[in-house]
């Protein structure tokens, strides 16, 4: 189980006031992050604890030394992209288990018949996935078409496996194609920046990256980034390139 599920509701609403507020965090009192996140001292430690920290002191050291690049000539706009983006990869690495990479790279073992299905720039991290599964002697096969997901998916049976890309978890089409295969006896896994979403809920295994809620550049389209996403992918094929060579991937 990723670190985040363990989390109960009061803790995971102090740790998103958290994640919401780092730059604010190295100036604040853990009273003050517990007052202003409307709990108690003891929840914002048991939070940290459970995300992986030895209390707040070792966080407020991580928040700055992850800020050492703001004093590098770029202004305040720019060093706040580049917090975003060490955010989303210290966090996704630090929310992931061991217990669900295992999980993950059961299933991949598993199943030789392997479906990707993603949509939009999330499609580019299932191009690479199969590339690299492929690798692996599996079968596998990709779909961005709504239609073409749909299809394919009513077809499948107990021996496939469906992984579906969404950052949202949301996206209709994705969730009809794997409400479709798993009323075939499909397995599903899920890679996702959202762990309560309904394709997470879905899916047998969800692998959850962590999307920085700091405010993405409005195009008026989806330029949220997928960096998050990739992360998880790296780690599940480097883990499952380690799984096949010793069998393992936990400490011994």
């Not at 609403?13 to 994640?19: E, G, M, R």
């Not at 798993?182 to 295994?205: D, I, W, Y």
């Amino acid at each position: 189980m990723p670190r985040v599920h363990k989390l109960s509701d009061t803790e995971r609403f102090c740790w998103d006031y958290i994640q919401d507020n780092l730059s604010k965090i190295s100036h604040m009192t853990i009273s003050k992050v517990a007052e202003a996140s409307h709990v108690s001292i003891s929840t914002v430690n048991r939070t940290l604890n459970k995300m992986g920290y030895e209390g707040y002191s070792d966080f407020k050291h991580s928040v700055r030394n992850s800020k050492a690049h703001s004093s590098n000539g770029f202004s305040s706009e720019v060093n706040e992209a580049f917090l975003k983006n060490e955010t989303e990869i210290t966090r996704t690495i630090n929310q992931l288990s061991v217990e669900e990479i295992e999980s993950a790279i059961r299933l991949i073992n598993q199943h030789n018949d392997i479906t990707l299905i993603a949509m939009g720039l999330s499609d580019n991290v299932s191009r690479e996935m199969m590339a690299k599964l492929q690798l692996f002697s599996k079968r596998c096969t990709r779909y961005n078409d709504p239609e073409y997901m749909k299809y394919h998916a009513g077809r499948m049976h107990e021996s496939d496996l469906i992984i579906a890309i969404s950052i949202s978890g949301e996206t209709p089409e994705i969730v009809d194609s794997v409400a479709i295969a798993k009323s075939r006896g499909a397995k599903v896994l899920a890679v996702t920046a959202s762990p309560s979403s309904r394709l997470a809920q879905m899916a047998n295994v969800s692998l959850s990256a962590y999307k920085s809620k700091i405010k993405e550049l409005d195009f008026g389209l989806d330029v949220a980034s997928r960096i998050p996403l990739q992360i998880v992918n790296r780690i599940l094929i480097d883990a499952f390139a380690i799984y096949k060579q010793s069998a393992t991937i936990r400490e011994s």
